[in-house]
């Protein structure tokens, strides 16, 4: 067993897990945050996309131990308070999401594409995407809705 | 009604709990006292099992149970079931051999299942299961479809001789073979319709509880349609009586087909938790869901088209060989028969059509409806020869289209379908346009002078939804009726609740179906409540699958608001001391004719439920009204897609430069969703012409493309953008108008993308997936 120590959405949280744990389990599982979701197990899919000290991670691709003293940001943490992060809001209002599940790792993910890029067009943001798997929405939506909210945020 | 009433974009509901990490999907429930569950999967495609040995397994740290066929026997469990009888040419009824939940002394593919070993942890059950000893005496395996027909081949099933579990037909052979013989031109083709893994984003999961004190059963599970596992489990499977049984879909993360069957894991997950006494929960690795989710198509086909000097089509004859894998799945005998033989007119007036279809079993995971089921797969057929038929007859592709097209209404194919109602010129036109079919041959022009050839194709595709008719289906071998069920409970405030038995897996339909209430009460949407997905809430219901929620479950949904609106202008006449004849109802108000007398919609809802005075004789208090509706005829969704595109010679990589889609649907609710649903079908589309192949090695019986790294699943720079744009026939055969929308891109396009490819390189001949490897041999070939 090890012990681990992070800050996860703003707060300080420490446990006892096994030495194999990787994060995503560590955050589903003994934190109960189950909006990241683990759609693979080759670490392909994307579901699982974090930020790790602000930068967007597939959070089944390291083990919880080595998120030590970490600051982690999950979807549950995006938004402030009742108010829509932009891309959260961007991906309601562009209809980017049909089931739901790729969601979070979609948005984690688009939300740090945003940070490093400035004036995304659509062809960066499909290449961005590579690492993001969606099964329902054939990505168009997606696109628009983080195009928008690129363009919102430098507005 | 403007903004959330029907034809209104309106944003989705469900959208605020996924977006902010809120949805509860299976396996985000932690049950108290809940164990782990993990399969042991057999190695090999084809193999005796000699023994079992978990006594190792059974010591390890954590191990609270290891269960195996055996245990399943001794409790008397009834194993899986097919649910729709398919005949054979000569009457006799399919061979289906037994589908045990978990292997008794046979393993049939990959996969297939041999125990569960259940722990405190999963990592536990995962550690003990390689402490199972499974002594296999391996078999020779066959894992495609006209490999396993061959004499010699494994004999999988006993009860089916040479692996066939039925030789179907369809059409009148005789008028067919007549046809063919007065033809000016026949037209003959052979291809393959590629084996697809459905991967919904969301790996199947069940968990299974059982309270000892009542002896009842849940089962929290990752189903498009619980009322029918719960049916399956209880009167087939014989876990429990059915009213001891609740099953639980919540959240789902994407179906596609692939979350209809009643599989194996979720049978064991139930059983075992009333074995052990504590929850048992099982969540799929992906792999897993490779190995043992219902794949999808996986057919051979040889295709005769004959035709008159004008290319007028005369006749059709079809053979295919359809693999069904190593068990047959929920509705696996459906989708390769009545679900695709139907539909081999598409929307053309073929007068003759005669189709023969052999099942067949193989040492492969079980094939049953993937997105479109069937149709795409006709589509495929009658789309690429009719091609194949303008390639050699010097015809414009869509000029014959244009010379075929059925254009009278009602249309009865020689094939059971009953066409009620389309326009296909309407949608060719507008996709025409769309594309500017006009400037093609200038960007051809200019596509050859940069090194590379462009192509444009067409898929003007038809289907069947709406599904369906339960006399009609029953009468071709389907063991239920397919209605649907619908409660509608005002509450004393005026706000409703809908109970459903659709279930949304990613479909919007706490936002569609809201929206029908919506504009016929006149209440406001954030008033109108879905609820789906619980067998304790919701009457018996048939679950969403063959875009059939819009049309068959907003009926029965619009059926019971009708009775609502009776009881409450019966209920406002009394309150306005009026003749009930008298009463009109609109945008949420109950009036009186000619006077100015009004109530509103929660003014009578209240008194529905607090009134005193009812004549009682004629009026009960509250106001919940229920509807079971079944269809009248299946609808005819119908369309053009077409696609153009570039092939890099160099490399053989294929790049769609544009996608066009132009579909019918009937009577739109929400056009932002129904777009939506567009482009995830044509996104699987394009994935099965260009990326997707679920390839098992011939000799082993391995799936070699089990994963994410080895299955090509489109990504989002796979994909072009799609161009979108809607004809309308309001379908008489139900209230609403609607057609359906759900599977229309996995119907057409796989045709639209290889017409093209066709057309680009001049070659009729090519497999799907079309990587750019098999471009590029084939330009090797040709050059």
């Known amino acids: 067993m090890t012990t681990v120590s992070m800050t996860v959405n703003g707060k300080a949280v420490?446990?006892?897990?096994?030495?194999?744990?990787?994060?995503?389990?560590?955050?589903?599982?003994h934190l109960r945050l189950t909006g990241t979701h683990v759609g693979c197990d080759t670490s392909q899919c994307g579901a699982c996309v974090v930020h790790v000290d602000g930068r967007a991670v597939k959070s089944c691709t390291m083990l919880a131990a080595q998120a030590e003293g970490a600051d982690i940001k999950t979807i549950e943490g995006l938004a402030d308070g009742d108010t829509l992060h932009p891309v959260q809001a961007a991906f309601k209002e562009h209809h980017?999401?049909?089931c739901g599940f790729c969601t979070p790792g979609m948005i984690m993910c688009a939300v740090d594409m945003i940070r490093r890029i400035p004036n995304l067009d659509e062809k960066t943001i499909r290449e961005e995407l590579e690492g993001n798997l969606c099964r329902c929405t054939g990505y168009q939506n997606i696109v628009k809705a983080i195009k928008a909210a690129s363009e919102e945020m430098r507005a | 009604m403007s903004g959330t009433g029907i034809g209104q974009p309106v944003r989705r509901k469900e959208d605020q709990r996924f977006i902010t990490g809120s949805g509860r999907y299976t396996d985000d429930f932690q049950l108290e006292g809940q164990a782990y569950g993990y399969f042991v999967r057999s190695p090999h495609a084809h193999a005796k099992i000699k023994s079992i040995d978990s006594a190792a397994a059974l010591a390890a740290d954590g191990v609270v149970a290891v269960l195996a066929g055996k245990d399943l026997a001794a409790d008397e469990l009834g194993g899986l079931i097919c649910g729709w009888m398919v005949h054979s040419k000569d009457g006799s009824e399919m061979k289906a051999g037994a589908h045990p939940a978990l292997a008794v002394d046979r393993v049939r593919y990959t996969g297939d299942h041999v125990a569960i070993v259940i722990a405190e942890t999963l990592a536990q059950a995962k550690d003990a299961a390689e402490l199972v000893e499974v002594d296999y005496e391996t078999l020779p395996s066959v894992s495609d479809g006209l490999k396993a027909l061959e004499s010699g081949a494994p004999q999988i099933h006993d009860e089916a001789q040479g692996n066939l579990v039925f030789d179907w037909e369809l059409g009148d052979k005789a008028a067919t073979e007549a046809a063919f013989a007065s033809a000016a031109h026949v037209t003959k083709f052979s291809l393959n319709n590629n084996r697809l893994v459905p991967n919904a984003m969301e790996p199947r999961a069940a968990i299974g509880a059982y309270e000892p004190a009542s002896g009842d059963y849940t089962l929290y599970t990752t189903s498009q349609n619980p009322h029918v596992a719960r049916l399956v489990l209880s009167a087939f499977v014989q876990l429990v009586p059915e009213h001891k049984l609740r099953v639980?879909?919540?959240?789902?993360?994407?179906?596609?087909?692939?979350?209809?069957?009643?599989?194996?894991?979720?049978?064991?997950?139930?059983?075992?938790?009333?074995?052990?006494?504590?929850?048992?929960k099982w969540t799929a690795e992906r792999s897993e869901s490779f190995l043992a989710d219902a794949h999808g198509r996986d057919h051979h086909t040889d295709a005769e088209l004959a035709l008159d000097a004008e290319g007028k089509i005369l006749g059709l004859r079809v053979h295919t060989t359809a693999n069904l894998g190593a068990y047959l799945s929920t509705f696996a005998s459906s989708v390769p028969t009545y679900l695709y033989g139907t539909l081999l007119s598409g929307q053309y007036n073929i007068p003759n059509i005669y189709v023969t279809v052999d099942g067949v079993y193989t040492n492969t995971a079980p094939v049953d409806a993937y997105r479109g089921a069937g149709r795409p797969e006709a589509t495929y057929v009658v789309e690429r020869t009719l091609d194949a038929a303008a390639r050699e007859m010097k015809l414009d592709p869509a000029e014959i289209r244009k010379r075929n097209f059925i254009s009278e209404f009602p249309h009865q194919t020689p094939v059971i379908m009953n066409y009620d109602i389309g326009d296909y010129p309407a949608s060719l036109q507008k996709a025409l346009e769309l594309i500017d079919y006009k400037g093609f041959a200038n960007r051809k022009t200019a596509s050859e002078s940069a090194g590379k050839k462009r192509g444009i194709g067409f898929s003007t595709y038809i289907e069947a939804c709406g599904i369906a008719p339960s006399a009609a289906v029953g009468s071709l071998g389907a063991g239920v009726g397919l209605w649907e069920s619908a409660e509608v409970r005002v509450n004393p405030t005026g706000s409703v609740e809908v109970l459903t038995g659709a279930h949304s897996h990613g479909q919007g339909h706490e936002t569609t179906f809201a929206q029908l209430v919506s504009e016929r009460l006149g209440v406001p949407i954030d008033n109108v409540e879905i609820i789906h997905g619980d067998t304790n809430s919701v009457q018996f219901g048939m679950g969403t699958y063959g875009s059939r929620s819009g049309a068959v479950g907003m009926s029965a949904i619009d059926k019971a608001i009708d009775k609502v609106v009776a009881k409450a202008k019966k209920i406002a006449a009394h309150m306005m001391e009026a003749a009930e004849s008298d009463i009109e109802f609109a945008d949420g108000n109950f009036t009186v004719a000619g006077t100015d007398k009004q109530l509103a919609f929660p003014e009578v809802s209240l008194a529905a439920y607090v009134g005193h005075q009812f004549p009682t004789d004629e009026i009960e208090p509250g106001l919940k009204e229920g509807a079971f509706y079944d269809p009248t005829n299946f609808t005819f969704p119908a369309g053009c897609h077409i696609c153009e595109l570039e092939v890099d010679p160099e490399t053989g990589a294929t790049e769609i430069v544009k996608m066009v889609a132009v579909d019918d649907f009937g009577r739109i609710i929400n056009p932002m969703i129904v777009e939506g649903q567009v482009h995830g079908g044509i996104a699987q589309g394009i994935g099965q012409a260009l990326l997707e192949h679920g390839i098992y090695e011939p000799e082993s019986g391995q799936l070699l493309t089990g994963s994410f790294m080895d299955y090509t699943m489109p990504r989002a720079d796979d994909l072009p953008h799609f161009d979108v744009g809607l004809t309308e026939t309001l379908c008489?055969?139900?209230?609403?108008?609607?057609?359906?929308?759900?599977e229309a891109g996995a119907i057409a396009a796989p045709a639209a993308v290889m017409n093209a490819l066709s057309d680009a390189l001049g070659v009729m001949d090519i497999p799907m997936p079309a990587t750019p490897h098999t471009v590029w041999s084939i330009l090797q070939q040709t050059n």
């Open chain 1, 14 to 29: 420490s446990e006892d897990v096994e030495d194999r744990t990787l994060l995503v389990h560590y955050i589903r599982d």
């Open chain 1, 96 to 98: 980017g999401l049909q």
């Open chain 2, 248 to 280: 639980v879909a919540p959240d789902v993360g994407g179906g596609f087909g692939s979350k209809i069957f009643i599989y194996p894991e979720e049978t064991v997950c139930a059983w075992a938790a009333g074995k052990v006494k504590r929850p048992v």
């Open chain 2, 732 to 742: 008489p055969s139900n209230p609403l108008g609607i057609k359906g929308c759900g």
